[in-house]
C-alpha cells in the first residue's frame, strides 16, 4: 500500500484572491483554538449535512423565499468546515492528507450539486433545466483542477481571481437579493449564464493546457539537452 509521502494533494498553490489573505490570518488565528475531540474528518463529513441543508432550503423556499436564510446559513457552514478542516490536520500533525483529498474534493463536488439541486427545485420549467445545464460545466471547473493537478503536481483552486470562498460569498448575496426582490431578476437573466459560464471554462482550460504545454516543452529541451551523444 502506497504511503502518503510524496503526496502533495494537500498542498494547494496559494491563493490569489481578494479574501485568501485575510482568510489565511482568520484560519490560523483560530485553529489552536478548537477543541482536542474535534478532528479534521469530522469536519470534512459535515458537508454531508450542510449539502442536505441546501437541498432542504430550496424546497422549502418554494412556499416562502425567507427559507433561503438556511441556505445562505449552510453556505457559511460549508466554508468553516471546508476551511478548517485540513488546517486542523496539519497543525496538529494528525491529519489523512490521502482520505482528506479523496472525501473532501468528493464532498466538495456533492456540496456544488447540491446548491444546484436546491435552485433547480425553487425554479419551475426552463429554468429549471437551465440550472442542471450549468452541473457538466461548474464540474468541469473541478475536472480542470484535478487533471491539472496530476499532470503538474500542482493543485490550484481559484479560477480567473476567484476562489472558492468569493464563490461562495457570491451565492449569499444572490440569496439575500432574491428574498429582497424576488426571482424576476434571475429568471431575466437565467438564459446568459450557461454561455458566460462556458466561456468561463473554454478560456481556463486553455489557459492551463497552455501551462502544461510550456512545463512539457521545457522538459523536453532538457531531455534534448542532456542526451549522450550518439
Same mark, same amino acid.
Request: net charge positive; aromatic share 14%; glycine share 10%.
Given at each position: #500500500?502506497?504511503?502518503?509521502?510524496?503526496?502533495?494533494?494537500?498542498?494547494?498553490? @496559494? +491563493?490569489?484572491?481578494? %479574501?485568501?489573505?485575510?482568510?489565511?490570518?482568520?484560519?490560523?488565528?483560530?485553529?489552536?483554538?478548537?477543541?482536542?475531540?474535534?478532528?479534521?474528518?469530522?469536519?470534512?463529513? #459535515?458537508?454531508?449535512?450542510?449539502? !442536505?441543508?441546501?437541498? /432542504? !432550503?430550496?424546497?422549502? !423556499?418554494? =412556499?416562502? +423565499?425567507?427559507?433561503?436564510? %438556511? !441556505?445562505?446559513?449552510? %453556505?457559511? %457552514?460549508?466554508?468553516?468546515?471546508?476551511?478548517?478542516?485540513?488546517?486542523?490536520?496539519?497543525?496538529?500533525?494528525?491529519?489523512?492528507?490521502?482520505?482528506?483529498?479523496? #472525501?473532501?474534493?468528493? +464532498?466538495?463536488?456533492?456540496?456544488?450539486?447540491?446548491?444546484?439541486?436546491?435552485?433547480?427545485? +425553487?425554479?419551475?420549467?426552463?429554468?429549471?433545466?437551465?440550472?442542471?445545464? /450549468?452541473?457538466?460545466?461548474?464540474?468541469?471547473?473541478?475536472?480542470?483542477?484535478?487533471?491539472?493537478?496530476?499532470?503538474?503536481?500542482?493543485?490550484?483552486?481559484?479560477?480567473?481571481?476567484?476562489?472558492?470562498? =468569493?464563490?461562495?460569498?457570491?451565492?449569499?448575496?444572490?440569496?439575500?437579493?432574491?428574498?429582497?426582490?424576488?426571482?424576476?431578476?434571475? =429568471?431575466?437573466?437565467? @438564459?446568459?449564464?450557461?454561455?458566460?459560464?462556458?466561456?468561463?471554462?473554454?478560456?481556463?482550460?486553455?489557459?492551463?493546457?497552455?501551462?502544461?504545454?510550456?512545463?512539457?516543452? =521545457?522538459?523536453?529541451?532538457?531531455?534534448?539537452?542532456?542526451? @549522450?551523444?550518439?
Amino acid at each position: #500500500m502506497a504511503g502518503a509521502s510524496g503526496f502533495k494533494g494537500d498542498q494547494k498553490l @496559494p +491563493l490569489r484572491s481578494p %479574501l485568501a489573505k485575510a482568510e489565511r490570518r482568520l484560519i490560523d488565528r483560530l485553529i489552536p483554538k478548537f477543541p482536542r475531540w474535534l478532528q479534521g474528518y469530522h469536519l470534512t463529513l #459535515m458537508t454531508v449535512l450542510w449539502s !442536505a441543508g441546501v437541498i /432542504l !432550503a430550496g424546497y422549502l !423556499a418554494r =412556499e416562502r +423565499l425567507g427559507w433561503l436564510w %438556511l !441556505a445562505s446559513a449552510m %453556505l457559511f %457552514l460549508q466554508w468553516f468546515s471546508d476551511s478548517f478542516d485540513g488546517s486542523l490536520g496539519k497543525h496538529r500533525d494528525t491529519g489523512i492528507p490521502k482520505w482528506g483529498y479523496y #472525501m473532501d474534493h468528493l +464532498l466538495d463536488y456533492g456540496f456544488m450539486a447540491s446548491i444546484i439541486v436546491g435552485y433547480a427545485v +425553487l425554479f419551475d420549467g426552463r429554468e429549471r433545466f437551465t440550472f442542471f445545464i /450549468l452541473v457538466p460545466i461548474i464540474g468541469g471547473f473541478i475536472v480542470n483542477s484535478y487533471l491539472s493537478f496530476a499532470a503538474t503536481s500542482e493543485f490550484k483552486i481559484t479560477f480567473m481571481g476567484l476562489g472558492p470562498t =468569493e464563490v461562495r460569498l457570491m451565492l449569499i448575496i444572490l440569496n439575500t437579493a432574491i428574498i429582497i426582490f424576488g426571482t424576476g431578476f434571475v =429568471e431575466a437573466a437565467l @438564459p446568459y449564464v450557461p454561455y458566460v459560464a462556458g466561456s468561463a471554462l473554454i478560456l481556463v482550460v486553455y489557459r492551463t493546457q497552455r501551462y502544461i504545454w510550456a512545463v512539457d516543452m =521545457e522538459d523536453k529541451r532538457k531531455r534534448v539537452e542532456n542526451r @549522450p551523444p550518439a
